[in-house]
Every structure is written in structure tokens, then in C-alpha cells.
């Protein structure tokens, strides 16, 4: 074979699908997808906050693409979390809100479709798409009649790694909780203090089917769920081969629990602050953590990182004198609401070697648009693929510098009904009976109500929603299965 026939023939293998055992370019980059539980948009110091220490985040806003219009697929966690694994809406497979269904075995995950691909695939933290174990209780769904039938713990659905809670946990300490502790938040128990007046709070972290983990779970949760990435990442690394790493954080969800090293920095404010502060402060440390960890290790280059929130900040407070502390910044709504504040999040994507420019971008990007835009990164197609997909490609239009998108992106929770499309937004807060028009270009507090002066396009923008709307439907009665 000559010299030209051998280039084309590395070229024609560099470039075709990928084939389990064979090697192929540096183009599989590693992904982390991080999400913290309940931040909002102005909680972080990139987005002007100027009480919460968000130094690691900060640096990888300004290093990286920082997202001002980063969506949530949901204001609530479950449906956020399913479309962030899946490209698709929960509701087309029976995740409409958090604590509702599972991820439905025909469904096709990231973790699946990448472990197809050679890659090493874990879930650490936070799963709320199902229960982890069966025949007793544990977090809010297992061995209790809303568990019945929503088995579906992340070992089952592509990953190979796994340190994962059913759901919510203490931020501090996370398997206790004061016997009387019904509060948003509580002082913790001091290391090695006496335990007497502390129970189980109730929900395990699991690494695999009836193997709860044990040992390293006192001080910072979101410490605890470091100290399982970083060796699951540098493995891999040493052993050249790419990783997906899903790291679901607690911080800053209720109950809220921070340390005392974390708690000092933010004295003279109220406890329910110093906690909830400190907890994002806490999260923050482990985020910049990873990333010297994997400069260290050599594999921070061509490491793909999202970063972004289930959802808006939450609004409860068990005390009237403190108020729910999380920012939705200056917009409207906050957690279970599709109005911005509920839906709108901080948002970052970093790929040093990935020819993402650094800066500020505009575009509409949201959690549905992970899947879809890994695919098209690692290629080679996906003939086990679940269609229709809820999202797009959003990668690629930021590594050409687009601000705008094809795509609308639609949303549905508990009566209410929305669609972005680009500056304008449509929403109904009363399932589509009736609905206002907002250019989020000019009015991002979504103050003003333009649906009288554009009959046109509400009506426009209201039948792709229906169509959409159908489409789900359909998919829920599983049309979409093969």
C-alpha cells in the first residue's frame, strides 16, 4: 500500500464510527456534567452576587463560556435531571415533576450511548429518577406505596460507577439529622461530638445493587461526593481512556447544613444564610478541586464540563424572620415556576482544547441539549436511539459563535406551559387556556405582557407548543419504543 492509499485509509478509520475496542482521535473528550440542587441565578459571584464566595466557579466562568441564558428543562429537579441524561422532556416517559415515575428502562441514556463508545461512565451524587433499592425504606420513595413499580437506580441505566442518593440529603453530615429536625437548616453535630439527640436521616448512598457505602460520610457532602469522582476520573485518565462523569451536588437543596469553617465566613448574617451560603461555598471549593485535580492529572484539556442547576432557587422558609436566602437575580418566579427566576440558571461550558472561545454567550442553551450535543461530538450515530429528542446541538452552534438558535425550546409542570423562541417568549399559566408574550431581549423581568400587539405570533408560537404537546402525548403512551 503507497504512502497516499495508507493516509487515506487512517483518515477513513480516524473519521468513522466507533468501534468498542478501537482507539480513535482526541476529539472523544472527557465530560463532566455538573449540577447543584436549587441554585439560582444570581447565587453565584459570576452573575454579581456580591455576598457568596464563588471563587472556583468565578475562574471557570471567565476561563470558559459562561451561559447567561442557560435553561433548566423543568423548575423542579426529576424532569430537569431526565432531560439532562435522555435529550428528552420528562414528560414524554412519565417524569412530569420531581418524586413522579422513574427513567423508563427504553429509555437511551448519555451513560449508555458513551459506554457503548469505550467510555467509563459514573454517577455520583444526587439521582431522583427512581428508586435505588427495593424491599426497604430509603429517601422518599423506596418501600413506601409511591415506591411501587419506579426501580431504577443508575447501575441500571449505564453507569458502571456509581455513589448515588435517591434523593435529598443533609448538605453536612449527610446521613444524620437532629431527632427533632424538621427545619430548613441546623447547626451540625461537631466531629467525633456525642451523638445522643441525632437519628439516621434516612437515605443511603448506594455504589451498586444492595451495597451501601460505607465510611468517608461525615463533614461536607459535597466533599464526600468529591472524594469518589477524583479517583473515577484520574483512573481513567491513566488508563487513556475518556470518561463521563455526572456529578449531581446536594448543595444548596433543604435542608441546608453547613460547616463551621464555611458558616464563619458569612457571620452577621442570619443562620438560614450562613448555611445556605456556606453550603454554595462549600460546593464551590470541591468544583475547583476537581479542576486541579484533572490539570494535575493531565486530563483537564480535553475535558468537555458543563456546569448549571436542576432549577431556580427555593422559596420555603420554616421562619418568617428568614426568609428563603437563593437569587433569581431580577427575574421573576423562583423554583416550580417557568417563569424565568424558576427555570433560568447559571450556566457554564468549559472545553480548554475544544475550541470554545471564551467569553459570554447569549444563546439559548438548555439541559436537553446535553445529550444531543455530546452525541454529534463523539459521533458515529446512535442506532439504538430513543427519537424525538427535546434538544439540539447547542455545542456546536457555541464553538461557531452563534447566539441564536434554530430550535425553540418548550416546557410543561403542574399547569403551566411555555416556549422560547430565541428573544421571544410565550407562557401560560393556566395550561394554555390563556397566554402572555414576553421579548426577553428587552425585558428579561418579563414585566411587560406584549401578547395584545402580537396576536400573530402567540398564535404562531402557541400551535408549535401544541404540536409539541402532542408529540409528548404520544410518546408517553410509548409510541417511541421499538
Known amino acids: 500500500m503507497n504512502r497516499c492509499a495508507l493516509l487515506a485509509l487512517v483518515v477513513a478509520l480516524l473519521a468513522g464510527p466507533y468501534l468498542p475496542g478501537r482507539e480513535t482521535a482526541a476529539a472523544r473528550p472527557n465530560v463532566v456534567i455538573i449540577l447543584a440542587d436549587d441554585l439560582g441565578w444570581g447565587d453565584v459571584g459570576y452573575n454579581g452576587n456580591r455576598i457568596v464566595q464563588t471563587p472556583a466557579l468565578d475562574?471557570?466562568?471567565?476561563?470558559?463560556?459562561?451561559?447567561?441564558r442557560f435553561y433548566a428543562q423543568a423548575p423542579s429537579c426529576s424532569p430537569t435531571r431526565a432531560s439532562a441524561l435522555t435529550g428528552r422532556n420528562g414528560q414524554r416517559f412519565g417524569v412530569p415533576r420531581a418524586n413522579d415515575g422513574r427513567l423508563e428502562p427504553q429509555e437511551r441514556t448519555l451513560a449508555e450511548f458513551l459506554s457503548d463508545r469505550g467510555y467509563a461512565t459514573g454517577h455520583f451524587g444526587k439521582w431522583h429518577l427512581g428508586t435505588l433499592v427495593e424491599g426497604r425504606r430509603d429517601g422518599q420513595r423506596a418501600g413506601t406505596p409511591r415506591g411501587k413499580g419506579v426501580h431504577s437506580p443508575p447501575w441500571e441505566n449505564g453507569f458502571q460507577v456509581c455513589f448515588s442518593t435517591e434523593s435529598k440529603v443533609p448538605t453536612w453530615n449527610p446521613m444524620e439529622r437532629p431527632d427533632n429536625g424538621v427545619q430548613t437548616y441546623w447547626a451540625p453535630r461537631s466531629p467525633g461530638g456525642d451523638r445522643a439527640g441525632w437519628i439516621e436521616y434516612g437515605t443511603t448512598y448506594w455504589t451498586g445493587e444492595n451495597q451501601p457505602a460505607d465510611g468517608n460520610l461525615e463533614g461536607c457532602d459535597s466533599r464526600i461526593i468529591m472524594d469518589r469522582v477524583l479517583p473515577f476520573a484520574r483512573g481513567a485518565i491513566a488508563r487513556h481512556q475518556p470518561f463521563l462523569a455526572v456529578v449531581w451536588?446536594?448543595?444548596?437543596?433543604?435542608?441546608?447544613?453547613?460547616?463551621p469553617e464555611f458558616t464563619r465566613m458569612y457571620s452577621g448574617r442570619t443562620g438560614f444564610e450562613q448555611h445556605y451560603?456556606?453550603?454554595?461555598?462549600?460546593?464551590?471549593?470541591?468544583?475547583?478541586?476537581?479542576?486541579?485535580?484533572?490539570?494535575?492529572?493531565?486530563?483537564?484539556?480535553?475535558?468537555?464540563?458543563?456546569?448549571?442547576?436542576?432549577?431556580?432557587?427555593?422559596s420555603i422558609s420554616h421562619r418568617e424572620s428568614e426568609p428563603a436566602p437563593g437569587s433569581a437575580a431580577g427575574f421573576r418566579g423562583r423554583k416550580?415556576?417557568?417563569?424565568?427566576?424558576?427555570?433560568?440558571?447559571?450556566?457554564?461550558?468549559?472545553?480548554?482544547?475544544?475550541?470554545?472561545?471564551?467569553?459570554?454567550?447569549?444563546?439559548?442553551?438548555?439541559?436537553?441539549d446535553l445529550l444531543p450535543s455530546i452525541r454529534a461530538l463523539v459521533g458515529g450515530g446512535d442506532k439504538k436511539a430513543v427519537e424525538p429528542l427535546?434538544?439540539?446541538?447547542?455545542?456546536?452552534?457555541?464553538?461557531?459563535?452563534?447566539?441564536?438558535?434554530?430550535?425553540?425550546i418548550p416546557f410543561e409542570f403542574?399547569?403551566?406551559?411555555?416556549?422560547?423562541?430565541?428573544?421571544?417568549?410565550?407562557?401560560?399559566?393556566?395550561?394554555?387556556?390563556?397566554?402572555?408574550?414576553?421579548?426577553?431581549?428587552?425585558?428579561?423581568?418579563?414585566?411587560?405582557?406584549?401578547?395584545?400587539?402580537?396576536?400573530?405570533?402567540?398564535?404562531?408560537m402557541r400551535l408549535k407548543l401544541q404540536a409539541w404537546r402532542e408529540s409528548c402525548r404520544r410518546s408517553a403512551s410509548g409510541a417511541d419504543y421499538r
Do not use: C
Open 59 to 68: 475562574a471557570l466562568a471567565r476561563d470558559g463560556v459562561r451561559l447567561d
Open 249 to 259: 451536588f446536594h448543595a444548596p437543596h433543604l435542608p441546608v447544613v453547613a460547616g
Open 277 to 314: 451560603f456556606g453550603a454554595i461555598t462549600a460546593m464551590d471549593r470541591q468544583i475547583g478541586r476537581l479542576r486541579a485535580g484533572l490539570e494535575a492529572a493531565g486530563g483537564w484539556d480535553n475535558t468537555l464540563l458543563f456546569f448549571g442547576s436542576d432549577n431556580g432557587p427555593e
Open 336 to 368: 416550580r415556576s417557568l417563569l424565568e427566576g424558576g427555570v433560568r440558571v447559571p450556566g457554564i461550558v468549559s472545553w480548554p482544547a475544544g475550541g470554545l472561545a471564551a467569553g459570554t454567550s447569549a444563546l439559548p442553551f438548555t439541559t436537553s
Open 390 to 408: 427535546d434538544g439540539a446541538d447547542a455545542v456546536s452552534l457555541l464553538r461557531r459563535g452563534k447566539t441564536r438558535r434554530p430550535d425553540v
Open 414 to 460: 403542574v399547569g403551566q406551559v411555555s416556549l422560547i423562541d430565541n428573544e421571544w417568549k410565550l407562557y401560560s399559566a393556566d395550561d394554555g387556556v390563556s397566554f402572555q408574550l414576553f421579548n426577553l431581549e428587552d425585558d428579561p423581568a418579563e414585566s411587560t405582557d406584549l401578547a395584545p400587539r402580537h396576536a400573530a405570533r402567540v398564535e404562531a
